[in-house]
Structure formats: structure tokens, C-alpha cells
């Protein structure tokens, strides 16, 4: 067990590391400002609702494959990622002819948190061949 994990109350523990695939101080500290503070925010009511019925009224995969989205697409999976499918997001890929698709080891559902330089980068690049398909 971790340093960081060692100092919190077995409830915070569980909730930090079900997701966590790097458990140390900075993941904790950017888990405590990204995900649990919003979390604190969020309605609750309304997320259980979702939850209870994860469903559109009708397919997005569907219908954007059939508008042909042609413009930067970024798509990011944690290799490690225990509640999105890192395969799926492969799969969706194949219909957006501008996509840029990466899959980072040692990172989870958080991997924002977990390899922030990483996922700055290709931030950074998407926002880039955004603005330029803009001019165009």
C-alpha cells in the first residue's frame, strides 16, 4: 500500500482506488480537484436516473455515422480503464476519418489524473488541427 492510501479512512481509500491506477500523492491530489469536488456538486438525482437507464432514444454511433463527421475527432483510452472499453473506442474510431485514437498504459478512467503530460499533449495537438480545419 502506498504512502498516500495508508493515510486516508478506509471509505476515501475504496473510493479512490476503485479507479485509480496509479495511487499516489499527485493522482490523489489532482482526484480530490477534478472528480471528487465535482462529484460534490453534481445532482445526484439526476446521475441515478441516468444510471438506472443508460440509454438515448436513439443511436448517437448510428446517427454520426451516417452525417459522415468529417473534422478532428480525439479519442483517449486508458489501457486500464475498468469502465470504458479502450477496444470500443478502436472500433468507434473507424468511422471518423479524422480521428486521432490513443490508448496509454498505465492509466485508468481517470487517465487525466494519472498521466496528465500524455493527455495534455494530445489535447493540445486535437485543439491545434481544430483550429486549423476552422480556417479552412
Given at each position: 500500500m502506498t504512502k498516500i492510501l495508508e493515510k486516508l479512512d478506509k471509505e476515501e481509500r475504496q473510493k479512490f482506488s476503485e479507479l485509480a491506477v496509479i495511487a499516489d500523492e499527485r493522482t490523489y491530489k489532482r482526484y480530490i480537484e477534478d472528480i471528487k469536488e465535482g462529484n460534490q456538486v453534481a445532482n445526484m438525482e439526476f446521475i441515478k436516473k441516468l444510471l438506472e437507464k443508460y440509454k438515448f432514444s436513439f443511436e448517437p454511433d448510428e446517427l454520426l455515422r451516417e452525417i459522415r463527421f468529417?473534422?478532428?475527432?480525439?479519442?483517449?483510452?486508458?489501457?486500464?480503464?475498468?469502465?470504458?472499453?479502450?477496444?470500443?473506442?478502436?472500433?468507434?474510431?473507424?468511422?471518423?476519418?479524422?480521428?486521432?485514437?490513443?490508448?496509454?498504459?498505465?492509466?485508468?478512467?481517470?487517465?487525466?489524473?494519472?498521466?496528465?503530460?500524455?493527455?495534455?499533449?494530445?489535447?493540445?495537438?486535437?485543439?491545434?488541427?481544430?483550429?486549423?480545419?476552422?480556417?479552412n
Open positions: 468529417e473534422n478532428p475527432v480525439l479519442f483517449i483510452g486508458g489501457r486500464q480503464d475498468n469502465i470504458v472499453g479502450y477496444r470500443d473506442l478502436g472500433k468507434l474510431s473507424e468511422d471518423y476519418p479524422r480521428c486521432s485514437y490513443s490508448v496509454i498504459d498505465t492509466a485508468g478512467h481517470n487517465l487525466q489524473t494519472e498521466q496528465p503530460e500524455i493527455f495534455e499533449c494530445l489535447v493540445k495537438d486535437w485543439i491545434k488541427r481544430v483550429e486549423i480545419n476552422l480556417k
